[in-house]
Antibody, heavy 118, light 113 residues
């Protein structure tokens, strides 16, 4: 059974940095692309970033491009999101999401909350 | 970017009745080489992560009750909940995964009894 456990959230000041982690289990991590999706309080879902299974390609949403960096460690089965120069509008629950294949859809973690406040 | 538009923004349906939620994409989500529509539906209850209901536009996720069904192709899709139950109160989202990046979501539809 797929398990995705996010960690690293907390309260941070504007302009600071934070690294989120997602520990994956229950599937062959190195075979799947992985995403981060966020949700601001009371708002809808916003796709943030994706990294290819082998780490060869990474793409970002316009609102985080140049500030956030997605990475992965296929030996540890862990996905990361480095948040730099955070802003108040980065306040959100951040979800780790396993990509789909022909036989199953996306799988989501429980999320980790990031609050940007002075 | 592909824009996903859901309708309505909210709806109220009586217990046991049918709920219908629409999702329209700004371009086709049908990939001709495999005849698959790259469209998913999620249910989200307060304080919980989104739960996958449907992928490939009409394939029900394992464990999802059969009162949930997805239909449509190309740019127009529908999530139907037949025989509404109290536990179906939630916000429902559609998501396209035809293009990367980004995998855009609809704005959500709030379903109430």
């Amino acid at each position: 059974q797929v398990q995705l456990v996010e960690s690293g959230g907390g309260v941070v000041q504007p302009g600071s940095s934070l690294r989120l982690s997602c520990e994956a289990s229950g599937f062959t991590f190195s075979r799947y692309g992985m995403h981060w999706v966020r949700q601001a309080p009371g708002k809808g879902l916003e796709w943030v970033a994706v990294i290819w299974a082998d780490g060869s390609k990474r793409y970002y949403g316009d609102s985080v491009k140049g500030r956030f960096s997605i990475s992965r460690d296929n030996f540890r089965g862990t996905l990361y999101l480095q948040l730099n120069n955070v802003r108040a509008d980065d306040t959100a629950m951040y979800y780790c999401v396993k990509s789909y294949d022909d036989n199953e859809g996306f799988s989501w973690g429980q999320g980790t909350l990031v609050t940007v406040s002075s | 970017d592909i824009v996903m538009t859901q309708s309505p923004d909210s709806l109220a349906v009586s217990l046991g009745e049918r709920a219908t939620i629409k999702c329209k994409s700004s371009q086709s989500l049908l990939y001709s080489s495999n005849d698959k529509n790259y469209l998913a539906w999620y249910q989200q209850k307060p304080g919980q992560p989104p739960k996958l209901l449907i992928y490939w536009a009409s394939t029900r996720e394992s464990g999802v009750p059969d009162r949930f069904s997805g239909s449509g192709s190309g740019t127009d899709f529908t999530l139907t909940i037949s025989g509404l139950q109290a536990e179906d109160v939630a916000v429902y989202y559609c998501q396209q995964y035809y293009t990367t990046p980004p995998h855009t979501f609809g704005q959500g539809t709030k379903l109430e009894i």
